[in-house]
């Protein structure tokens, strides 16, 4: 499954939107992950102690599943990435979907190094 394909999936880019709008006041998360030859959401909970402005995902979640995107939204700034952000999705080696609740966008931050 090419990563490129969330995008353009539009069903799951609602069921993120509306996964995010349920909670406004703090940030949530989540795995896309491959199931099945599809991708599919898996909302986390967010243990971060200030889920305010930060997230964090059990790791044991990402040994469970095939990861394509690691998921999480913005709360009252644009989706794009922190320098957390991109520090995070480079040693993980896995792209990051974001998306701003305040600007209803979605972005992808993906290291492309050669």
Known sequence: MEQKDILFN???LNII???SEAS???ETCGLV?????????????NLSE???H????DPKIFIENKVLYVYHSHVNCSANPSNMDMLYSNELCIPFLIYSI????FKIYKNISV
Do not use: G, M, S, W
């Open 17 to 19: 939107r509306k996964y």
């Open 102 to 105: 305040r600007d209803d966008e």
């Open 33 to 45: 992950i491959e199931a099945e030859n599809n991708c599919e959401f898996l909302a986390c909970q």
């Open 50 to 52: 200030n889920p305010c």
């Open 54 to 57: 930060h997230f964090k995902i």
């Open 24 to 26: 406004r006041q703090q």
């Open 10 to 12: 539009k069903e799951l």
